[in-house]
């Protein structure tokens, strides 16, 4: 009782502050911030009384950008400027009936990232192999700036945030480094910082994670209504404010620290979350995540007035190992069905389903001895860097790099083996039982109920491998399936990767004779 009263008067007051009639920008813009550059355009909002008119323009940079005067109704005014190159800083200033004005200072011009998902995403830079190294790294990066909502719950959708974490900032060892799960995440800062090296204009980070939190927390009603997940034990969602509340009621995340933000203009997104559905609404996931990834383009696209892309890139980190489900990998899937999951079952990403997208495989970066539980990996070091390669094939169109480890293009059955075809150079390694066939009198897909037997490598070639079908005759293989195991392979050890030995191999699950649908 104690708990839903406190959460229903932090959603009252939060209310209140946003329609309080004070003249200022809303939460989360500020000094050092970084403004989405062109070809879009920023969106600019605040507070102040009604009835009156707002001027913003600014100031101190190679260019001008003064926005026609807007009036204030219902408590609120908003700008939209137009299209600014990278860089500054500015002044950004906002002038009310020309007597009264707030100034923003040190403003950059540059691309904007969201970063989403729950603890693996709130994992610190402190916490990091090579914590020193990364931490002294920060002033180093002055032109990435870092901004942290607050954890906040709500039952209705909160037109702003009602608590900031880490306000815009310049980065420094201090606020990366602001506590376990605290401030600031790992994987956000060190992807922008592989993105400002690679483009070499400002990078803002605005990070709303919130550990072990489903993705139903973070989606809307619309989305979950899509997958059939609007209703829990007989309840509509979103709940009444009679309910009891926690992180795991549906959309309470998004109504508080994802719907706030829909104002910004944003680049992209990326998103480390999954673990929390390895056993809640499973089967759902690969409905659910995509039909967040959906809404959440459509929902920023709209509140931004079409400034922000309606298919902007998403990428997201399909989840790493964790050491107890390891010790009992012959009874329980839950880790990689959700990895499968995560691609909407093609496997890879981007596919038809999930277009735009592009994802960090990190099943071969387990961490057995991590002080802070297997389930949280110390190495964010390479799941930042691969991310950042998807995000330039897919977000920037940057020709030459390759993102996606090998999938399989074609698998050919015969008496002796299966040869399995990948789409590029592989780089292979001798493994018993990475591999295994579906074996099966009965022409139907397989499942985790069905018999699986290894099928040990036998040999491999430039792009391909073949594995032995001893356990299994030929007309009786019903499927095949890759590094299917909560724990598939220990760190940066497994079977297949690409040529060059840096992007694994991503799991797979092929059914022979597939559903007739």
Not at 287 to 299: E, G, K, L
Not at 369 to 387: C, E, N, T, W
Not at 504 to 511: I, S
Request: aromatic content about 12%; hydrophobic content about 40%.
């Amino acid at each position: 009782m104690c708990l839903r009263i406190c959460l229903c008067f932090l959603t009252i007051l939060g209310s209140l502050y946003a329609s309080g009639g004070r003249f200022r920008f809303a939460s989360y813009y500020g000094d050092h911030m970084v403004l989405q550059k062109a070809p879009e355009r920023a969106v600019l909002w605040g507070y102040g009384p009604d009835d009156t008119e707002v001027t913003v323009f600014l100031s101190g940079g190679p260019f001008t950008n003064n926005a026609p005067a807007v009036s204030v109704a219902a408590g609120i005014w908003r700008v939209t400027l137009d299209p600014m190159e990278a860089g500054g800083p500015y002044n950004v200033t906002a002038v009310l009936q020309n007597n009264h004005s707030i100034t923003l200072t040190d403003v950059l011009f540059g691309d904007v990232w969201l970063c989403g998902g729950q603890s693996n995403m709130a994992f610190t830079t402190s916490q990091v192999f090579n914590a020193s190294e990364e931490l002294a790294l920060a002033s180093k990066f002055p032109q990435v700036r870092i901004f942290m909502a607050a954890l906040e719950q709500s039952y209705t959708e909160l037109t702003d945030l009602a608590g900031v974490e880490v306000p815009w900032s310049v980065p420094t060892a201090k606020l990366l480094g602001g506590g376990d799960f605290k401030h600031y995440s790992a994987v956000c800062w060190m992807f922008g910082r592989h993105l400002y090296k690679a483009l070499k204009y400002p990078i803002g980070l605005v990070t709303s994670c919130w550990g072990g939190t489903p993705v139903e927390a973070w989606s809307s009603p619309r989305a979950l209504k899509h997958c059939d997940l609007d209703r829990i034990n007989g309840f509509p969602i979103p709940y009444t404010p009679s309910m009891y509340l926690s992180v795991w009621t549906h959309s309470v995340l998004w109504n508080a620290m994802i719907h706030p933000l829909l104002n910004m203009t944003i680049k992209g997104a990326i998103w480390y979350q999954g673990e929390a559905n390895t056993d809640y609404n499973q089967k759902k996931y690969s409905c659910s995540f995509p039909s967040m990834i959906d809404d959440w383009r459509m929902a920023f696209h709209q509140s931004s007035g079409g400034q922000t892309a309606p298919d902007f890139p998403f990428g997201f980190v399909q989840i790493c190992p964790e050491v107890s489900t390891y010790i009992k990998a012959s009874l329980s899937e839950g880790f990689p069905n959700i990895r499968w999951h995560q691609t909407a079952d093609y496997g890879f990403a981007p596919n038809l389903r999930m277009k735009n997208t592009f994802m960090a495989v990190a099943m071969d970066l387990g961490d057995e001895m991590s002080p802070f539980g297997s389930i949280h990996p110390r190495d964010k070091q390479d799941v930042a860097y691969r991310l950042s390669l998807g995000a330039r094939a897919v977000a920037y169109g940057e020709e030459g790099v390759s993102f996606q480890g090998p999938f399989p293009s074609r698998v050919l059955v015969n008496d002796q083996y299966i040869n399995v075809t990948y789409d590029q150079r592989v780089s292979v390694t001798q493994s018993k039982d990475i591999f295994q066939i579906c074996c099966s009198v009965v022409r139907a897909p397989c499942d985790s109920l069905s018999l699986w037997v290894p099928a040990p490598i036998l040999q491999w070639g430039v792009s391909a491998v073949q594995v032995s079908t001893n356990y299994c005759s030929m007309d009786n293989v019903a499927g095949l399936r890759y590094a299917w195991r909560d724990w598939a392979c220990d760190f940066k050890a497994c079977p297949v990767y690409s040529a060059d030995g840096v992007l694994p191999a991503p799991p797979f699950t092929l059914n022979r004779w597939p559903d007739k649908q």
